[in-house]
């Protein structure tokens, strides 16, 4: 039996607790300070969690009416949902400089949408707030649980020796028995093609290989919904192919998750089924895939310097 069910599963629930808690604070201080050299001074932000606020009162629609797409809709309650989000960071000089400026978004369940936009525009930020590590402003936040966000660094949170321990390691935090735990982690491997390296040394694995293993550490806690921040910003072909397929038959499997992946690839569109472009702090487009390179193709001209292709 492998060590992580007999010894190590006993000291998890702690341990994620605390790393938990660090990721928390480490995303905050790691946002304050790629912020700071913008705003002249350091920030200062809330270190609570609410999840549901007021709508700004001055909140107000801007995408153009010829790119303005509908919110996405389903039966039921959509699996990601933000409605007037507004994020805004405060200078050590007082100032409140925003970040966010009333954002709507809506990703139905079983379904894998793109946020993309120019550096700097405000697609990490949003997707942490989405995640619940960073509080808005204003507005709403619907996400369904349990949820997971995926970091653009695996080593950020693949963090045990080996590929199945590290898979295992956050069902600790749940009552399951040894032969559930196994089970778990054998179909999570299975499904983003890593089974065959459950015994493998983390540091042994390449980029990409990491990132499928925190994608199957999600799915054995049978999250609902990954929060994906740029997955294959530092993977060759071969390993974001590899990460991509892992995600679309995820979301793609009965019951399957759903998914909001921040990327600067233009040539992943294909695999969404949807798309959200992001200006500036503004969303000002939302649609699927083909409507997405129409309004690329028009903002090419403008904007191609910009854009981190």
Known sequence: MPWFLTQGLLILPIFRARVGKLSAHEFQA???????????????????SAVRLPLHPQATTVASASHRCSLATQEGRAAIEGRGICYSVTTRQGRSVPILKDCSLSVPSGQLWMLLGPNGCGKSTLLKVLAGLLNPTYGTVHVNKPKSFVFQ???HQVIMPTVEADVAF?????????????????????????????????QTLSGGQKQRVAIAGALAEACKVLLLDELTTFLDEHDQLGVIKAVKDSVSSPGGVSALWVTHRLEELKYADGVIYMEDGRIIMRGDVPTAVNFLKEKQAHYIDRLDL
């Open 30 to 48: 790691r946002e304050l300070s790629s912020m700071a050299p913008h705003v002249g001074g350091s920030l200062s932000l809330s270190s609570s």
């Open 153 to 155: 660094n695996p080593d």
């Open 170 to 202: 956050g069902l600790g935090k749940f009552s399951l028995s040894s032969d559930e735990v196994s089970s778990r982690v054998s179909k999570a491997l299975d499904a983003v093609g890593m089974l065959k390296y459950s015994q493998r040394p983390i």
